[in-house]
């Protein structure tokens, strides 16, 4: 979206990631609320809870919001990091980006949704379009689902289309 400036202020660009079940720290939030100068145990639940934190399907996304957010991430174990490690890793990225660091990722997430809205929005080509008049004549419109298919579903479309075109060559 080049050129483009939400009125937003820039963390506030930077969202937590959508996950549909509990992430680990959700589930066991003792485990991540630790702080480095803590006794023993705590250092062995950071520990933990920085290899729960590697299995994490949002973990990117996760400390992109951490490291926008100091205030709300300002203690505990969040993506693998803890506090220190979060300002450490603040201040290089001041260094490589700049001051206003915050914006500079906050822009680069706005082009990346910008950019899958756009790849899912984008017309079929003239080729992906003549396979869809293909089918809907051969077979019929399909049913409308508002969900994304599972990997059946498109093998059974594969194989209803395949059939149509064999059964059309035939007659
Ligand atoms: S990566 Fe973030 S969301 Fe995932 S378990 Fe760790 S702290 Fe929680």
Redesign the pocket.
């Known amino acids: 979206m080049p050129g483009f400036r939400s009125a937003l202020p820039a963390s506030d660009r930077i969202v937590f990631p959508f996950t549909a079940s509990p992430?680990?720290?959700?589930r066991r939030p003792g485990l991540?609320s630790h702080e480095e100068t803590s006794t023993p145990a705590a250092q062995a639940d950071i520990e933990h809870?920085k290899q729960?934190?590697a299995g994490?399907p949002?973990?990117a996304g996760?400390?992109k919001w951490?490291l926008s957010h100091p205030s709300e991430a300002r203690l505990g174990?969040?993506?693998?990091t803890t506090a220190r490690q979060r300002t450490q890793l603040r201040r290089r990225l001041a260094d490589r980006l700049g001051a206003d660091w915050v914006a500079v990722v906050a822009d680069r997430e706005d082009r990346r949704r910008a950019q899958r809205l756009a790849a899912r929005y984008a017309p079929l080509t003239v080729h992906q379009t003549r396979i869809v008049r293909l089918d809907r004549d051969l077979n019929g419109p399909l049913p409308r689902r508002p969900r994304r298919l599972t990997s059946d579903e498109q093998q059974r479309n594969v194989h209803r289309l395949l059939t149509g075109v064999q059964a059309r060559k035939a007659g």
């Open positions: 992430t680990a720290c959700q991540f809870a729960l934190c994490c949002i973990a996760c400390l951490a174990v969040w993506a693998g």
